[in-house]
């Protein structure tokens, strides 16, 4: 799983945040963009971009990009 | 309060293998009428089964997305005195990534299907004059949410095509009726709790004035437009929200 390109799809999803504030360490429901879109965004992202589970719930247990992308990666195997 | 009475009417129930469906089912056999109830899972349907009240039902398990063996579905189906069209799908998706394989499959389960099956009916002469039909659209169809456009626009189509059915079938004393529910306690709202979280899920239940529908709140609606009790009623759309959109 490409760390890099997931970076990416992340960030593509935030249109109004410069990319630049969007890292692994992000805090992404703290960023001033955030709305519930996002999370419905993100959800259908994982499902399109790397077609494993992943519900709100789980959006719930993510703080960090690099929770989000540790989640997905346990989950592609 | 015979007008109210299913009984002698022989209904048709798709989806009948659970949520809506099932309900339906339970609720139109203790009502006197006699089932044909159909669902895609032999397992599920047969515990839908045991449920009925009555003993003339019958379980007519096939997968109404497959349309080239559709007229030999219909064509084993007695004559009906009613439809009611439960089945159906949901799956949230924002525009931004939605695909053409995802959206055809939900407008495929959620309008080509029944739409298809009504056709099939009355081709082969299968609602006898009198009868009803009933889709179950959603709310969704007049109030969308974020997410829900494959959703809301297969159940916005619905109610068109009802609305149409009610105009050429006038003639013949067939009726068409859509209830368009808002949330209902079925796996459906399982899976959205799933997608959207719990606490997402107390936010939209606070919403609504009375409280979140139970699926026989659903099919009693269901039932009195069976029923020639809503002799006078077609081409309608009754909206089953709790009071939901009542400000909106």
């Known amino acids: ?77 | 309060m015979q007008t109210f009475s299913l009984r002698g009417k022989t209904i048709l129930v798709t989806g009948g293998s659970s949520g809506i469906g099932r309900q339906t089912a339970a609720t139109l056999a203790n009502l006197g009428g006699r089932l044909a109830v159909n669902g895609r899972n032999e397992v599920r349907l047969a515990e839908t089964m045991a449920v009925l009240t009555g003993a003339e039902h019958y379980a007519v398990s096939f997968d109404l997305n497959n349309t080239q063996q559709l007229p030999a579905f219909v064509e084993s189906l007695p004559e009906l005195n009613g439809v009611a069209h439960c089945a159906g799908i949901w799956k949230p998706c924002p525009v931004k990534f939605m695909k053409e394989q995802q959206l055809q499959a939900l407008l495929q389960t959620n309008f080509i299907a029944p739409a298809l099956l009504t056709a099939e009916l009355l081709r082969q002469k299968k609602l006898m004059s009198g009868s009803s039909v009933v889709f179950v659209s959603s709310v969704a169809a007049q109030h969308p949410y974020k997410g829900g456009g494959a959703y809301a626009a297969s159940k916005a189509a619905l109610e068109a095509f009802s609305k149409t059915l009610a105009l050429e079938y006038a003639h013949k004393k067939i009726r068409s009726n859509c209830v368009a529910p808002a949330m209902v306690k079925t796996p459906i709202f399982d899976d959205t709790q799933n997608t959207v979280s719990e606490q997402y899920m107390q936010a939209h239940e606070a919403a609504y004035p009375l409280r979140v529908g139970q699926p026989e709140d659903v099919a009693y609606a269901i039932a009195y437009l069976l029923s020639d009790a809503s002799g006078w009623i077609t081409g309608s759309v009754m909206r089953l929200d709790g009071g939901l959109t009542v400000g909106s």
């Open chain 1, 1 to 77: 799983m490409d760390k890099d390109l997931f970076l990416q799809h992340i960030r593509d999803q935030f249109e109004e945040t410069d990319p630049a504030l969007i890292t692994f360490d992000t805090i992404f429901k703290q960023l001033e963009e955030w709305s519930s879109m996002h999370a419905l965004l993100l959800i259908a992202l994982i499902d399109a971009e790397y077609n494993v589970p992943f519900t709100g719930e789980d959006l719930q247990k993510c703080l960090t990009v690099e929770d989000l992308y540790n989640t997905i990666k346990s989950r592609v195997g």
